[in-house]
């Protein structure tokens, strides 16, 4: 049954409904390790020093992305206001 539901999907006719629900934030998570993993095996000389700076890697990026949505969460608001859509939240 699940696997006749995956094998349903199409991507590009069918999307996932990430703004129907509150999930897709946590889609950053999956895509933040994978570029920081991949990103400092290329870049560090042993494979042992790959584990604690792609953690280093995955933090940052994940701040930086918390920043930029909390900045962009204040801006649009101030836009709203200004729009005269309705008071500040």
Partial sequence: M???TILAWRPFLDPLPIWSDRVW?????????AVSVVYKSIKCRKMSEVPREAA??????????????????????????????????
């Fill in 2 to 4: 699940i696997l006749a």
């Fill in 25 to 33: 934030p946590f889609l950053l998570l999956p895509l933040a390790g």
């Fill in 56 to 89: 280093v890697s995955f933090s940052l990026i994940i701040r930086g992305m918390l920043v930029a949505a909390v900045v962009l969460s204040g801006v649009v608001a101030l836009e709203q206001h200004w729009a005269g859509w309705g008071p500040l939240p």
